[in-house]
């Protein structure tokens, strides 16, 4: 499961972009994630001060595990 985040620059907010956050390499229910949201995004916005999230959503994780 992962956090689907949009976020925009503080100082241009027209420069936005998609970062994603795993929350659980397990297929776990959508309400789980939801319920950690808020603190994870609190977290990443403390170690990302120059960004804001404009919105957010939960999402199913579709990477694939690639030997590089």
């Known amino acids: 499961m992962e956090l689907l985040l949009s976020i925009c620059l503080v100082s241009s907010p027209a420069d936005c972009r998609s970062e994603n956050i795993t929350v659980s390499m397990e297929a776990t229910a959508p309400m ?18 120059k960004w804001r999230v404009a919105r957010w959503k939960c999402g199913q994780t579709n990477r694939k595990q690639v030997a590089i």
Do not use: G, L, N
């Open 32 to 49: 789980a994630c939801m319920m950690t949201a808020q603190q994870t995004i609190a977290q990443w916005q403390e170690s990302h001060p």
